[in-house]
Structures are given as C-alpha cells and as structure tokens.
C-alpha cells in the first residue's frame, strides 16, 4: 500500500516536473510546478516529515507559487510571446548535455539502487518524528542562531524587493 | 516500507528535471520556477536522509532553505519586473548585453 502511493506520488511529481517546462505558457507552468510539489508533500509525509510536508503546501504553494501566479499576470504575460521555436543552445552543446546529465543519473543510479546493506539502515521512527514539537524544539534551541539569519535574510528580501521593483517617474511617464 | 533509494532516484530525476528547464526554456519564469523545483528535489533528499538516519535535524535544514527559497522568489521576481520594464519581455535570448 505504501509502495503503489509512493510510485503515484513519484510518477505525478516527474510528469508534473517535465509537464512545467514543456509548457508555452507560463501559468499552465505554475500549475503544473503546484501539481509537483503536492506530489513531493506526499513523499515528505510518508517519510514522517508531517510538519514539513504541511509547509510545504501552505508556503510554496501556497504563497510562493502565487507570488508568481501574481507577477505572471502583473506583466500579462501570453504563451503567444514564446510561439516560435528556437531553443538556445545549439546542437552539439545539447547532445553533450543530454549524455553528461543521462551518465550523471546513470552514476547516481548505480551508487543509490543497490548499496548493499541500505535497507538495515531503516529504523521504526518514534511516534512523534517530524511532528510540530520536535522539529520546534530542535529550531529553538540546537539552530536558533541560523533561524534568527533567516528573520535577517527575509528583511534583506523584502528591502531588496522593494527598492527593485519600485516604479520611478520614468516608468509611469511610459505607465507600466 | 518503501525502501531510501527509491527517494533518492526520484530526487535526481527531478533535480535534473530543474536543470533541463534552466539549461532549455527561454522564459525567465519558467527558468525561475526550475530552479525552485531543484530546492524541492534537494529538500527531497535532505528528508530522506533524515528519515533514514532518525534524526531530525534535517528537517529544520528544509525549513531553513524554505525561508532561502522564498526570499529569492521575492528578489528574482522583482529582477525580472525590472527586466520586463526595461525590454517589454521576459525572453532570456534578448537579454545579451554582456555577451560577446
């Protein structure tokens, strides 16, 4: 049972994954990155991480992927912009790529799915792994110091934002 | 039980998912948004070990790259609204200033 929801979970989050950067249009894009991290939040709760997997929904898809939605429609972006078909890279680079990351994976692969004695590792979690408290009490004592940086990192983001995306009187003289 | 490994492959594929949408798109957002999928994939890994070690400090590492994740969110959208203002698009192509 927990198998066949974790190969749904896999299997929505790699289709959802190839399905965001195949598309033309960018919040068909966003959704689609929403779809994914849904299926990631599923993973997150099987492997006990109750807390995270929670806020995994309610800040990235909740808040980050709508900050996009936001700025996605902000500057009214359509998929027409990007119709026509020309990629970047040209065609040696990309076959180069496609080997260098198909060997990477292949090396990872082979490293990862069969290590020998990898399934002794697993340990019954204790009842409250991953739960609120814990995770808490591990963030207000043994990592307080890295979670006060955070609060400073995200008065740098938001001053940082701000001051960027500020429109200055020559912009609304053009009024965008 | 479903055993570690199993995560860790569907935490490569999606990392190298993110990477083809950065190397690939020519959309800035779409760019953007592989990116946050990569944290995810790494996020991925990161609660995989901490499951399989019994520990938990992994999961504060997640909550603290999710604080990361959302500042840059913040930071890149507001570089890319002033990418559209100044160009009228988002293509990665026309911005080629320093290119040479």
Same mark, same amino acid.
């Given at each position: 049972?927990?198998?066949?929801?974790?190969?749904?979970?896999?299997?929505? *989050? @790699?289709?959802? +994954?190839?399905?965001? $950067?195949?598309?033309?249009?960018?919040?068909?894009? /966003? #959704?689609? %990155?929403? &779809?994914?991290?849904?299926?990631?939040?599923?993973?997150?709760?099987?492997?006990? *991480? @109750?807390?995270? +997997?929670?806020?995994? $929904?309610?800040?990235?898809?909740?808040?980050?992927? /709508? #900050?996009? %939605?936001? &700025?996605?429609?902000?500057?009214?972006?359509?998929?027409?912009?990007?119709?026509?078909?020309?990629?970047?890279?040209?065609?040696?680079?990309?076959?180069?790529?496609?080997?260098?990351?198909? #060997?990477? %994976?292949?090396?990872?692969?082979?490293?990862?799915?069969?290590?020998?004695?990898?399934?002794?590792?697993?340990?019954?979690?204790?009842?409250?792994?991953?739960?609120?408290?814990?995770?808490?009490?591990? #963030?207000?004592?043994?990592?307080?110091?890295?979670?006060?940086?955070?609060?400073?990192?995200?008065?740098?983001?938001?001053?940082?934002?701000?001051?960027?995306?500020?429109?200055?009187?020559?912009?609304?003289?053009?009024?965008? | 039980?479903?055993?570690?490994?199993?995560?860790?492959?569907?935490?490569?594929?999606?990392?190298?998912?993110?990477?083809?949408?950065?190397?690939?798109?020519?959309?800035?957002?779409?760019?953007?948004?592989?990116?946050?999928?990569?944290?995810?994939?790494?996020?991925?890994?990161?609660?995989?070990?901490?499951?399989?070690?019994?520990?938990?400090?992994?999961?504060?590492?997640?909550?603290?790259?999710?604080?990361?994740?959302?500042?840059?969110?913040?930071?890149?959208?507001?570089?890319?609204?002033?990418?559209?203002?100044?160009?009228?698009?988002?293509?990665?192509?026309?911005?080629?200033?320093?290119?040479?």
């Amino acid at each position: 049972m927990e198998l066949i929801i974790f190969y749904l979970a896999a299997v929505v *989050a @790699v289709g959802g +994954g190839l399905m965001m $950067i195949m598309q033309r249009n960018p919040v068909a894009s /966003v #959704l689609y %990155l929403i &779809v994914t991290l849904v299926a990631i939040a599923v993973m997150f709760v099987q492997l006990n *991480a @109750v807390f995270v +997997g929670a806020l995994l $929904i309610i800040v990235y898809a909740g808040a980050i992927l /709508v #900050l996009f %939605l936001f &700025v996605i429609m902000l500057l009214n972006l359509r998929g027409e912009k990007f119709a026509e078909k020309r990629t970047r890279l040209d065609r040696p680079t990309r076959i180069i790529l496609a080997v260098a990351f198909i #060997l990477e %994976l292949l090396a990872m692969f082979k490293q990862v799915a069969f290590p020998g004695r990898m399934d002794e590792l697993m340990v019954q979690a204790s009842p409250d792994f991953g739960g609120a408290r814990p995770v808490a009490e591990l #963030l207000y004592t043994k990592y307080l110091f890295p979670f006060e940086l955070t609060s400073i990192l995200l008065l740098v983001a938001i001053v940082g934002a701000v001051v960027m995306a500020r429109r200055d009187e020559k912009d609304k003289k053009r009024g965008i | 039980m479903v055993p570690m490994p199993y995560y860790l492959i569907v935490g490569a594929v999606l990392f190298v998912i993110g990477i083809a949408g950065v190397i690939l798109s020519r959309n800035l957002i779409i760019m953007f948004m592989s990116i946050e999928l990569m944290l995810n994939a790494a996020n991925l890994t990161i609660i995989t070990f901490s499951r399989f070690l019994n520990l938990m400090d992994g999961h504060v590492f997640v909550f603290l790259i999710m604080a990361v994740a959302a500042a840059e969110a913040a930071v890149g959208l507001a570089i890319i609204i002033m990418l559209f203002r100044n160009r009228e698009t988002i293509d990665a192509d026309k911005f080629n200033l320093l290119k040479w």
